[in-house]
């Protein structure tokens, strides 16, 4: 059974910075890509950053590009979203999800790509 637990939320002052974590188990994600997501009040689930677990190839929506950085470990079976310089705008619930097996050199970004997800972890940016 695929679990992902993400972990890392909380509150933080605008210009501060937080670390997501999303623990990955019960099966080999490989050929998954990894990505994060997320969901502000009275608005659609929305793209956020997405990486190939082989390979490393990222894939970030504009808003968050020289902000945010995706990145993974086999070992550990983990994907982190580090997010610096947050903006009251990046308020929200964040999601981990895993698509795949895909077995393109191809970073997913559309929700309906993805064939798991985690319950979420909510991101409160005060201004």
């Known amino acids: 059974q695929v679990q992902l637990v993400e972990s890392g939320g909380g509150l933080v002052q605008a210009g501060g910075s937080l670390r997501l974590s999303c623990a990955a188990s019960g099966r080999t994600f490989n050929r998954y890509c990894m990505g994060w997501f997320r969901q502000a009040p009275g608005k659609e689930r929305e793209f956020v950053a997405a990486v190939r677990w082989s390979g490393g190839s990222t894939y970030y929506t504009d808003s968050v590009k020289g902000r945010f950085t995706i990145s993974r470990d086999a070992a550990k079976n983990t994907v982190w979203l580090q997010m610096n310089s947050l903006k009251p705008e990046d308020t929200a619930v964040y999601y981990c999800?895993?698509?795949?097996?895909?077995?393109?050199?191809?970073?997913?970004?559309?929700?309906?790509?993805?064939?798991?997800w985690g319950q979420g972890t909510q991101v409160t940016v005060s201004s």
């Open positions: 999800a895993a698509g795949g097996p895909d077995y393109r050199d191809y970073v997913r970004s559309l929700q309906n790509e993805y064939n798991y």
